[in-house]
Structure formats: structure tokens, C-alpha cells
């Protein structure tokens, strides 16, 4: 019913920049929050960005001051640029959003499939 689809990720050297986009399609009714997730190697998912329908962010401690979420409501999108790219940033990043499809009761989240950042030192 509804698809998140990354894009953007890639490989990049310490100091560099990547901009992650993120599209939902589907039958969709109302997107709620949109954000953004991490899994470096070996480790757990994490979270890093969530923006409101409205436009209110919130940050991981870890990304703040570097990497800046935002979307466009027209294009079902979310974006994450980041700068400052550090080795540590290596990861899979996981666009993740929250959705009511049509004729559905309620909004549940949905997940992307990843995409792979890789931070060269």
C-alpha cells in the first residue's frame, strides 16, 4: 500500500556532504511525522532526525549542529543533508514515517529499505 524509497547514499571522504532523500508513495491519506534512522555496522538502529507534519524537528545529540532534516509536503518527501561527515557516520539509513492510507482507521509506520552511507577517513 505505501512505499518509502532512500536515495542519496553513496561514498563520501571525512569533511564531506550527502543530502538523503526519501519518497513515499502509496495510497496515502495523511503523513504524520517523517524521520530518519541509522545502523552502522555491527550495531543497533538509531535514531537522528524527526520532523512534525508542521515542520518541528528534533535531534540526536550525536548529529545536531551537523546534519538538518526537512520535507516537502507536496512531494510526500523528506530529506536529510548532512555535513561534517565523519568515518563514524557510516551506516544504512532508514527513512521511517508514520501514515494513514486511505479507507485506513488509523496511521501506523512505515519503513524504507536503506540506503548505504560510507565515510572514508
Known amino acids: 500500500q505505501v512505499q518509502l524509497v532512500e536515495s542519496g547514499g553513496g561514498l563520501v571522504q571525512a569533511g564531506g556532504s550527502l543530502r538523503l532523500s526519501c519518497a513515499a508513495s502509496g495510497s496515502i491519506f495523511r503523513i504524520n511525522g517523517m524521520a530518519w534512522y541509522r545502523q552502522p555496522p555491527g550495531k543497533q538502529r538509531e535514531f537522528l532526525a524527526a520532523i512534525t507534519s508542521t515542520g518541528t524537528t528534533n535531534y540526536a545529540d550525536s548529529v545536531k549542529g551537523r546534519f538538518t532534516i526537512s520535507r516537502d509536503n507536496a512531494k510526500n518527501s523528506v530529506y536529510l543533508q548532512m555535513n561534517s561527515l565523519k568515518p563514524e557516520d557510516t551506516a544504512v539509513y532508514y527513512c521511517?514515517?508514520?501514515?494513514?492510507?486511505?479507507?485506513?482507521?488509523?496511521?501506523?509506520?512505515?519503513w524504507g529499505e536503506g540506503t548505504l552511507v560510507t565515510v572514508s577517513s
Open positions: 521511517n514515517s508514520n501514515i494513514r492510507v486511505v479507507a485506513a482507521p488509523y496511521a501506523r509506520d512505515y
